[in-house]
């Protein structure tokens, strides 16, 4: 697989590569007017989502990982509009990974960022079915992420100001912190915090963190 075929986009692949998914990734213009297509889903997802075809093509790059490329942070835009990692030892890495997926493997590998903030986790994998044809989701490992209140309000019998706490925990607050921004004493945060602690058998904050985190979508 050569960097030529990853650098190529979805604007310079031929139209029977676009038309090989059985009509999944028709292009948007083909699309009636109004009538989403499938593909226009992956936007919604947070983290990145690339597609790369048999010859080893990126033809689509969802807004995420679009944007994570607009950061030119560890990403970037290479010629022809692929987004790839900017460090050469990651793009070759990514390279190896794209090949094996393809031949049926997943892998994953971290790419370094220029910032030094914690590096992007790459997972590459095959698209079942189809021979060749490889998907690449890129997160972010730094981003705090949170479950949302109604989530934890019905998961562990939390109440709403317990699930505002724990919201506010899992995205890098401290207990001080949320108490300023609540209006609230510290010793009533901290009253919260024991209610949280025990409604999830958790004993540390961390541990709390952790396993809240994991209910992220």
């Known amino acids: 697989m050569t960097t030529d075929h990853l650098s190529s986009h979805s604007a310079s692949a031929p139209a029977t590569q676009r038309g090989a998914m059985d009509g999944l990734l028709a292009t948007r213009a083909a699309a009636a007017a109004g009538a989403p297509q499938p593909w226009d889903a992956f936007d919604a997802l947070d983290d990145g989502l690339a597609l790369h075809d048999r010859p080893g093509r990126q033809i689509f790059a969802n ?47 971290a790419v370094p960022r220029r910032s030094g903030a914690p590096p992007y986790l790459l997972r590459c994998a095959p698209v079942p079915g189809r021979s060749g044809w490889t998907v690449l989701r890129v997160a972010d490992s730094g981003a705090r992420r949170a479950p949302s209140q109604i989530v934890l309000r019905s998961a562990f019998g939390m109440t709403a100001a317990e699930a505002m706490l724990a919201v506010a925990l899992c995205r890098g607050a401290s207990l001080s912190e949320f108490a300023a921004e609540r209006g609230i004493s510290i010793h009533t945060a901290r009253t919260q915090l024991r209610a949280l602690l025990s409604k999830t058998r958790t004993e540390r904050q961390a541990d709390l963190v952790g396993l809240l985190s994991g209910l992220a979508f």
């Open 63 to 109: 807004v995420a990982l679009q944007r994570l490329a607009a950061a030119e942070d560890g990403l970037q835009r290479a010629a022809g509009g692929a987004v790839l990692p900017s460090d050469p030892g990651a793009l070759r890495l990514l390279q190896r990974a794209l090949a094996a997926a393809a031949s049926g493997t997943a892998v994953e590998l």
